[in-house]
Each structure stands twice: as C-alpha cells, then as structure tokens.
C-alpha cells in the first residue's frame, strides 16, 4: 500500500522555564511523516487510528527539559507529544486485543500509532512516593457508548480530568451536606465533575471561572453562587465573602485563589490541592505569594494534596458509576471541540491562554466528534 499521510505534534525544544510554549519552536505541527498500514507487526503490537485526544494542563509539565525533576517523566524531545486519547484498533498481534476494539489511555498525538509507543526510557528521579512513568498507563478498551452518551465523553467526564474530580471529592473531600464547597476552574474537566458531584451530595457549591459564558454553564450545571474571577480585581474575595465560609476548597488553580480560599474558610476547613494552573507557564520567582498561610493552625485547616496516577485501582469503580449518570443525563458536560491535528498546539495553548470555552477535546476523526 501507498504510504499514507500521518501528522503528528512534536516536542521539538525544551521551553524557557516557567514560559509559554511557543508555536513552531518547542512544539511544532508536522504534515509530512507517512506510516505503511500494511506493515508488518511484531508479536504483542497493534496498529491503532487516533480518533480523539484530550489536552490537558499537566502535559505542559512533562514538556520540560529532561534533567529537570518533577512528578512526571518528561516528553521525549524530537518525538510525538503523549496524552490521553481514543484510538480504534485497525490490525493486531496482541492476544485479546483485535481490529475494531476501541481503547482508551496514552497515546502520542499522531494520526496513527503502532502500538505499545516504545520510545527509550528516560531514567527519572522523582518525588516518591508517586513517582509515575507516564507512559505506562497503557491504552485500554472502553466499550461503544452506543448512543448513551457522546464518544467526546471519553476525553471529559469519563477521562482523566472526571476520573480526577472524582477521585479528588470521594477519596479527599469528606464531604458532608449541607456543607459549602468552593470549585476554582469550576467549567475544566475536572471542576466541572466536582460542581456535580457535590450537588449530588448535597453541598453548597461557590464555583468561579473566567468568562460570564463559563459562568452561565457553571450555573447550568448546578452551581448556587458561580462567579467571573475576572469580572474586578476584588471579585475573588467579595464572591467568597458574600457565600462563604467555605467548608472545602477544591483547588484547580493555587496563586490568587488559594489566598481568597483561605481567607474565607470554615473553621476545620479541607483544602484539597488538585492542581494551580495558574503557576504552570510562570518562573517561580515571579508567581503570586501565598500570605495569608497563617491561617491554617487557628482554623485548624487541613491540606491535602494528590495525584491521581497514586489512585488508578478506583477506575473500576468510577467506570461503574460515572456512564450510568452520563447516559441518564444527570451528569452534564460541555466541551470546547477543536478538529484535526492541524490545530492540535491551537488545542493546547487553550488550556492557558483562556480561549478554551470548556474543556477542550481534539477531534482527530471528525465521525467521533458527537
Ligand atoms: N492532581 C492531579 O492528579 C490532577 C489531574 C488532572 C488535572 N489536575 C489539575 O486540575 C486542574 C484542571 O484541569 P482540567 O484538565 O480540568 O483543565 P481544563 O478543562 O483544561 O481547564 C483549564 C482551565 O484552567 C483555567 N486557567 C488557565 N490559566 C489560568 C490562570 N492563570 N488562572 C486561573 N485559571 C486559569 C482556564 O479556565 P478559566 O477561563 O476559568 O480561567 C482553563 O480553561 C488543573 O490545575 C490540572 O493541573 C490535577
């Protein structure tokens, strides 16, 4: 067979640290690779078509010049970037996996891949426990929805950043009804599943994001007070000030928010530290300093931070009781689509720049955009 086209993003140079990633210099579209479809499979390989992907903020850490430690292993340089994504399996040599499966988990941002991505292993000293080879949380098979519920869902409720939300509220969060929660990035993947799952519970849910359009889906999704962080500079404290205190902070974006949280927590308070999204393109010496750290012993605060690559054995459970609240529509979520690996690294700096109006999802196969 004629090669066929096979577009990819690469990881071409390690950015600045603590800048943006520039388009074109650290990661850069390439139209021209080809793959041969027929080609010859090893024993334990499988050829499969990327049909969704999911950019997500913690990618942004893994593209960092390899000597540095953090909780990730860095992306190879010169290589595909990796994330989470759907493929469809076209040919197999590996036993229980055939043409036609569909399967779920980390796979370079390429039109198609042969699988399992072999690349050589960067030796990583990181932060143990926790220390994690991102790329081994292997692809594994999902079923058809079958019309219950979008394919899109894949890459949102169902993927990473549900599965986070989830693991986040249930493992951390204590949540009691009655009780008030503040969300931070309240319409992201991640905190728009807590903004339902602490309804459900019945809490109090504050949830803040950064357009008036966010704020309405923040609301359409059950929020009692969502609010525009960005609406006045005081618009942080006087929201939190007017529906707090707040009995649990889910925090997506540490800086700003986590000093507005603190300010206006409930005495015995949990923070649960998920990410801080505003400190990701930011070198340390210029990013917002917490003062106000004071407050945890009088208020006898708890803070607890997590991974969830540590919490991967509660999959099954949250594949069990996720896609029935999907499929009945008590759990809602919207996504950002963007289409075709053209306008993939556009797909990513949305997470950062505040053009993603929800959670953003790359269409790789247009058939799988619903
Ligand atoms: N602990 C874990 O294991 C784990 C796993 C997955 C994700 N996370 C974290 O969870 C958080 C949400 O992830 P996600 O995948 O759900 O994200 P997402 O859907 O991709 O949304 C990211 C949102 O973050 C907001 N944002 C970007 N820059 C910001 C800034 N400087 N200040 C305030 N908000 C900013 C933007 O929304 P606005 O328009 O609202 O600003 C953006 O749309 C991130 O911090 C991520 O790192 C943690």
Redesign the pocket.
């Known amino acids: 067979m004629a090669p066929t086209a096979n577009p990819r993003i690469v990881f071409a140079k390690a950015p600045v640290v603590g800048n943006f990633l520039v388009e074109g210099e650290n990661i850069v579209y390439e139209k021209t690779p080809t793959i041969d479809l027929d080609q010859k499979l090893e024993s334990g390989q499988f050829l499969t078509k990327t049909l969704l992907l999911?950019?997500?903020?913690?990618m942004r850490?893994r593209m960092r010049d390899p000597s540095l430690p953090s909780y990730g292993t860095p992306m190879k340089l010169g290589q595909p970037i990796v994330g989470t994504g759907l493929v469809i399996v076209l040919r197999s040599e590996k036993e229980g996996i055939k043409a036609g499966d569909y399967m779920l988990g980390f796979t370079p941002w390429e039109a198609y891949t042969v699988q399992p991505y072999v690349e050589p292993r960067v030796e990583f000293k990181g932060f143990a426990p926790g220390t994690f080879d991102m790329d081994t949380l292997a692809l594994q098979p999902v079923p058809n929805p079958g019309g219950a519920f979008p394919w899109r869902s894949f890459c949102?409720a169902l993927g990473?950043?549900g599965f986070?939300?989830y693991?986040?509220l249930e493992k951390f969060g204590n949540a009691k009804a009655g009780e008030t929660i503040f969300v931070?990035?309240?319409?992201?993947?991640?905190?728009?599943?807590v903004i339902q799952l602490a309804k459900i519970k019945g809490l109090k849910v504050i949830a803040?994001?950064?357009?008036d359009e966010?704020v309405e889906y923040m609301r359409s999704i059950g929020a009692d007070a969502p609010f525009n962080?960005?609406k006045s500079k005081s618009a942080l404290q006087d929201e939190l000030k007017a529906h707090g205190p707040i009995d649990l902070y889910f925090d997506?974006?540490?800086?700003?928010?986590l000093e507005a949280a603190l300010d206006n927590m409930n005495l015995n308070g949990r923070v649960i530290?998920?990410?801080?999204?505003?400190?990701?393109?930011?070198p340390r010496e210029k990013r917002y300093g917490i003062k106000n750290m004071s407050r945890m012993f009088p208020l006898r605060l708890n803070l607890q931070?997590?991974?969830?690559?540590d919490h991967l054995g509660m999959q099954p459970r949250f594949l069990e009781e996720i896609p029935p609240l999907l499929a009945q529509g008590k759990l809602k979520v919207k996504e950002h689509l963007f289409h075709g690996l053209e306008n993939g690294i556009e797909a990513f700096q949305?997470?950062?720049?505040?053009s993603?109006t929800?959670?953003?999802v790359l269409v790789v196969d247009e058939e799988y955009a619903s």
Do not use: Q, R, W
Request: glycine share 18%; hydrophobic share 30%.
């Open positions: 999911s950019p997500e903020p913690y850490e949102s990473l950043p986070t939300g693991v986040g931070s990035s309240g319409a992201s993947g991640v905190g728009s599943m803040s994001a950064g357009s966010k962080y960005k997506n974006v540490g800086g700003e928010h530290a998920c990410g801080a999204i505003s400190e990701y393109n930011i931070g997590f991974l969830i690559t949305s997470l950062f720049d505040g993603a929800a959670k953003p």
